[in-house]
T-cell receptor, first 113, second 105 residues
């Protein structure tokens, strides 16, 4: 079966712009989580959605937001981009409300210039 | 919050060698996973192991929840094992900083 699909794979944006990243989970998976990976901070949890509802949220400013659609696809949005938002953004899907069985996508590498 | 510490931070081994990676966590956790991130950034789920021992081919993992640590064993290393190994705990998937493993041919 198809894995977790993230689009786009690479993105270059200018400071102050906004960006939307997309994640399509494995068919049948209803939980989607987002993570930011940077060399300095490592992997950090952004938020988790289950059945269109945000279940958990990490310690990120309100510029970071997300949503999940009825088909379980999820998007995350970052507004007013800063240089420090440059990172690899990873999404993972799971069939249950837990970390068990998480499958990660290949990520979107965002560069803010 | 829970702190997750991994050791060693870097490890360089010759192909065929065995290795042990360690993950310490500061509080009781409901779940623990080991991941491998390959050089292209893909995170692969290796084990879900909140307690006990599991084996999958050349890899095995043991978690001693009462003593708050987990170990990942890699035997007969291959160059494809290179990358960063992360352990992650709890529902928000708190990741350690990882162990960067280099396997030399």
């Amino acid at each position: 079966k198809a894995g977790v699909t993230q689009t786009p794979r690479y993105l270059i944006k200018t400071r102050g712009q906004q960006v939307t990243l997309s994640c399509s989970p494995i068919s049948g998976h209803r939980s989607v989580s987002w993570y930011q990976q940077t060399p300095g901070q490592g992997l950090q949890f952004l938020f988790e959605y289950f059945s269109e509802t945000q279940r958990n949220k990490g310690n990120f400013p309100g510029r970071f937001s997300g949503r999940q659609f009825s088909n379980s696809r999820s998007e995350m949005n970052v507004s007013t981009l800063e240089l420090g938002d440059s990172a690899l953004y990873l999404c993972a899907s799971s069939s249950a409300l837990s970390v068990y069985g998480y499958t990660f996508g290949s990520g979107t590498r965002l560069t803010v210039v | 919050g829970i702190q997750v510490e991994q050791s060693p931070p870097d490890l360089i081994l010759q192909e065929g060698a065995n290795s042990t990676l360690r993950c310490n966590f500061s509080d009781s956790v409901n779940n623990l996973q080991w991941f491998h991130q390959n050089p292209w950034g893909q995170l692969i789920n290796l084990f879900y192991i909140p307690s006990g021992t599991k084996q999958n081919g050349r890899l095995s993992a043991t978690t001693v929840a009462t003593e708050r640590y987990s170990l990942l064993y890699i035997s007969s290393s291959q160059t494809t094992d290179s990358g960063v190994y992360f352990c992650a705990v709890d529902d928000k998937i708190i990741f350690g900083k990882g162990t960067r493993l280099h396997i030399l041919p």
